[in-house]
């Protein structure tokens, strides 16, 4: 099962230990690279730094009161993030990001996106089309494995084109075997 966007932000985090409320999440922290959600932003009033970063693979949990992690140790300051202070300096954000197919024609910008829950793996991306596209297309869904290439402005995907499409078609019809002759009897 796949989720939205929306369910990694505003999300509760819980303390197991004391069993409080501790922060929310604001902001994801995606991973241009493996396009992978690492950690999170998050904020709130029992926190001794704001903004701070929970790893998601610090959630035990995650259910219907939000997300569960052990104790308030896990919810880290952004001074000293050595492993993820790189990709924090490339400010990366999918929501309105560019996609264009590899001719450099426009697709459209992303609105939402999907994600596993099990290893936080964006999936798919929920395209809005420019207005002259938008006559033809709502919302395009763009899965993960069309994305070829991923800079801070352009995701760059895959698509088919007209010729190679009409090159599939006549490699398939020539490759057609009448099941009801056998091969060795010639055609009259």
Not at 27 to 49: K, R, W
Request: aromatic letters at 6%.
């Amino acid at each position: 099962m796949l989720l939205l966007s929306e369910k990694i932000t505003g999300v509760p985090i819980m303390s197991l230990q004391t069993g409080t409320r501790l922060a929310e999440t604001t902001e994801p922290i995606i991973d241009p690279g493996s396009l992978t959600i690492l950690a999170s932003y998050v904020e709130g009033q029992n926190l001794d730094t704001t903004p701070s970063v929970l790893f998601m693979e610090d959630i035990r949990e995650a259910g219907e009161l939000g997300f569960i992690i052990d104790d308030s140790s896990r919810l880290m300051p952004l001074e000293g993030l050595v492993r993820l202070q790189g990709i924090i300096d490339e400010e990366f954000s999918l929501i309105g990001i560019l996609i264009v197919d590899k001719r450099g024609a426009k697709i459209g910008k992303v609105i939402n996106y999907s994600f596993s829950p099990e290893d936080y793996a964006v999936q798919q991306l929920f395209v809005k089309p420019g207005l002259l596209q938008s006559i033809m297309h709502d919302t395009r869904i763009i899965h993960r494995n069309q994305i070829i290439d991923v800079t801070n402005k352009v995701i760059t995907i895959d698509t088919p084109d007209v010729k190679d499409s009409l090159k599939d078609r006549a490699e398939k019809a020539s490759t057609y075997v009448n099941p009801f002759r056998s091969p060795d009897i010639e055609p009259r």
